[in-house]
């Protein structure tokens, strides 16, 4: 069982870092120890990318990319040069895809925003990955008609990077979502907690119980959870607190493991999990 799960943690790694950047074939073992060493290196120097579609003009965090939120090129964002922490040039890896840097193109599964030409956003999308002029009408450049949950239009929004330091110096959350390892930290994106996927306007009109009350990792958490009418925001919210409790409880295993002799008859707590 436990070869079993250090392949299930191998293949989850490899997506995480790599993506659909492989273009369906393994990458060569070098080059994919030189990502491990990237991600190791953001990890332990804390130079992870925060990634979000943001409201230019009230600052408002609409949506959080995650490592498989869409960019217009048609890749996710783990496929993307996630670890251009200093430039912010994450551009696509690809194979044939030129696509300079990620943008966020909202939807979900096959529905994306439209033009207000009225076609898709795959009907700008040049055969190199890039934006250009509409393939079935003479429209020269996607622009949408489409509004936020914000209430502001598509065009009053963009994808903005940002670093630890910025983000703590505006009192935004900078945590790695369940305490996880350097490759999913490294190319997670926005993700900080499970309910980090809640739409930002959900979080303006109703704060989140749990998660937005302090209660991270190390504090104490209310578990009277209030309810909420939206399912989605409920269920990353217990995924937050069953998180939180996972981590905690790891911690303490290794704390035991590592305060001195061990008491004799007393019982030996099993190794932590790997991250």
Request: with cysteine.
């Amino acid at each position: 069982m436990h070869a079993f799960g250090h392949h299930i943690d191998a293949y989850q790694e490899y997506n995480w870092l790599v993506g659909e950047a492989d273009g369906g074939s393994a990458l060569p073992q070098k080059d994919y120890d030189e990502l491990r060493r990237k991600a190791v290196r953001i990890h332990e120097e804390g130079t992870r990318l925060y990634v979000y579609w943001l409201n230019t003009s009230t600052g408002m965090e609409c949506y959080c990319v995650g490592p498989d939120s869409k960019c217009f090129c048609g890749h996710s964002y783990k496929a993307h040069a996630w670890y251009e922490v200093e430039t912010r040039k994450v551009y696509c890896r690809v194979p044939g895809c030129k696509c300079a840097c990620f943008k966020y193109v909202n939807g979900r599964g096959s529905q994306f925003i439209r033009c207000k030409c009225k076609h898709e956003h795959t009907d700008h999308r040049k055969k190199d990955g890039r934006m250009g002029a509409c393939s079935r009408c003479d429209c020269k450049k996607f622009d949408s008609h489409w509004r936020c949950p914000c209430g502001a239009v598509w065009g009053d929004h963009a994808t903005v990077f940002q670093s630890k330091a910025e983000r703590e110096a505006a009192g935004k959350p900078v945590e790695n979502v369940g305490k996880g390892g350097a490759a999913f930290e490294a190319a997670c994106g926005g993700i900080t907690r499970f309910s980090s996927l809640v739409s930002g306007v959900d979080r303006i009109e109703r704060p989140l119980p749990y998660t937005d009350r302090g209660s991270r990792f190390g504090q104490t958490a209310p578990h009277t959870l209030v309810p909420l009418a939206d399912d989605f925001a409920q269920r990353m919210v217990l995924w937050d607190s069953a998180s939180d409790v996972s981590a905690a409880r790891h911690a303490n295993m290794r704390r035991r493991q590592t305060s001195g002799p061990r008491i004799p008859g007393a019982l030996t707590a099993p190794g932590p999990a790997t991250a």
